[in-house]
């Protein structure tokens, strides 16, 4: 499907149509008895869709084939005013750039001051110095190496009036002249922090073609120079400094529907095609024939999977006949009996202190009958195992820590690692009696109870 493309330039008639009616415009509310003439600036003013991301107020350099100002270089621009010019320069670049001045009266004739960065601090400090500076000249150029030195030299009303100094490259002597006719033949614009784009494109005393190829640069030049570039331009307009602005350019939201029209023709297409494949695939497989291909394909299937069940059952009869698959299942089948075993232990373990607390619990009245059916008629086989019994009960082996118990210890003994009874240690009674009957005297003396010595005694001497 072959669709229309939706123009993103400028149309070229409707350009010039508007310039004729913003002329006319001026022409009639113009007041003809102002002896300093009554031209007015012709802008081309861009309306952006989103906020660029990054302000700056550095000038951006955009081309033009028509120059604003008088260039001095022997063509007809009677029309155009001479510009004042003033170059900002390190100090030391002073004497060398005003050298040049003097060498090249056509070219660098337009510069009427070499400023320094230091005669700037000190002779323009005050703020009626700095309007006056800037009312005096219609052009700064600077150095490109101070340029962010300036912001605070020159102050807030430079940038109000849109007349920051331009930057040029004075690293070569020989490329001022050069650089200077370059953005004299050129106009300028700054990304601001809106919606808002204005660059100058003439006055309304130039010529109307002139003025005309001067406007259509504009608008091929600036929207590349946009973020985004044309996705970003909403609208594009042509005033003057004291007019209502004139469309020529208008992204209007009937386009901005045929735009996305456009996007979502093609993925609608594709989708189409493929209802239109399965569609004709349902035909096919509706034919008897189709039918009948699908049943032996079926019963394939049965048969197929009849025999993947066969082919298993001999794989594994193979692996148990190799001899890595045996030592596998050997291996598996040790950890699976070590880890019962395991737990065997530990429930053995715990079933020897469970009868251990229970014996402590029975009564005293149950031992003694007991005790009385052992002398009645017991073997001596008998009494053996009551004290291999009793052996037991002081210390059972375990590999490693099961938990806790009651009276007894998990430590590394005399008879292996495992649990031992824990056994109070034994007071001495005697000893106690005799630390009763001192009744404190005796033992270390303490350091303050030292005897005093006598009066006239002398101290031994070694």
């Not at 102050?155 to 849109?162: A, D, R, T, Y």
């Not at 030049?221 to 400094?241: D, F, L, M, Q």
């Not at 040790?334 to 009868?355: G, L, N, P, R, V």
């Not at 034994?426 to 005093?452: C, F, H, I, N």
Request: proline content about 4%.
């Amino acid at each position: 499907m072959g669709a229309k493309k939706v123009s993103t330039g400028v149309d070229g008639s409707l350009t010039e149509r508007a310039l004729r009616a913003l002329l006319k415009h001026h022409e009639s509310s113009a007041d003809d008895q102002q002896l300093l003439g009554n031209d007015l600036d012709v802008q081309v003013q861009f309306s952006l869709a989103r906020i660029p991301g990054k302000a700056s107020a550095k000038p951006i350099r955009v081309e033009i084939p028509h120059s604003l100002v008088s260039v001095g270089d022997g063509a007809d621009d009677t029309n155009l005013q001479d510009a004042q010019v003033c170059i900002i320069v390190k100090e030391e670049s002073k004497p060398w750039v005003q050298e040049m001045v003097e060498r090249f009266p056509n070219e660098l004739g337009c510069i009427k001051k070499v400023l320094g960065l230091q005669s700037l601090r000190t002779k323009h400090k005050s703020f009626a110095q700095r309007r006056e500076l800037l009312a005096r000249f219609d052009l700064f150029f600077a150095d490109d190496r101070i340029l962010p030195m300036l912001t605070k030299a020159l102050g807030g009303k430079f940038f109000e009036k849109k007349k920051q100094p331009i930057p040029i490259a004075l690293t070569r002597k020989e490329a001022l002249p050069f650089a200077v006719q370059k953005n004299l033949k050129s106009t300028f614009m700054f990304l601001s922090a809106g919606t808002c784009v204005t660059v100058k494109a003439g006055n309304t005393g130039m010529d109307v073609t002139k003025l005309l190829e001067n406007i259509q640069s504009i608008t091929q030049i600036v929207p590349g120079k946009v973020p985004r570039k044309w996705a970003n331009i909403r609208s594009v307009s042509i005033k003057t400094s004291a007019s209502v602005a004139l469309p020529i350019y208008n992204k209007t939201p009937q386009e901005l529907e045929e735009i996305m029209r456009l996007a979502k023709e093609e993925p609608e297409q594709a989708a189409e095609e493929e209802k239109s494949e399965k569609a004709s695939k349902k035909a096919k497989s509706s034919t008897p024939l189709a039918k009948a291909l699908k049943k032996q394909s079926s019963g394939g299937d049965d048969t197929t999977a009849s025999s993947s069940k066969r082919k298993k059952k001999d794989v594994e009869s193979v692996d148990e006949k190799t001899p890595k698959t045996k030592k596998r299942k050997e291996a598996a089948e040790d950890a699976t009996t070590t880890s019962k075993k395991k737990k065997k232990s530990s429930s053995d373990i715990e079933k020897i202190f469970d009868e251990n607390d229970a014996a402590k619990k029975t009564p005293k009245s149950s031992k003694k009958v007991k005790k009385d059916e052992e002398v009645g008629g017991e073997n001596t086989a008998e009494k053996k195992t009551t004290k291999e019994a009793k052996i037991q009960a002081d210390f059972v082996a375990s590999k490693k820590f099961v938990g806790a118990k009651k009276g007894f210890v998990f430590t590394k003994g005399k008879k292996g690692l495992g649990y031992y009874k824990d056994n109070k240690p034994a007071v001495d009674k005697a000893y106690l009696e005799k630390l009763a009957e001192r009744g404190g005297r005796g033992g270390r003396k303490s350091m303050g109870q030292t005897p005093r010595r006598r009066k006239g005694s002398s101290r031994r001497s070694y």
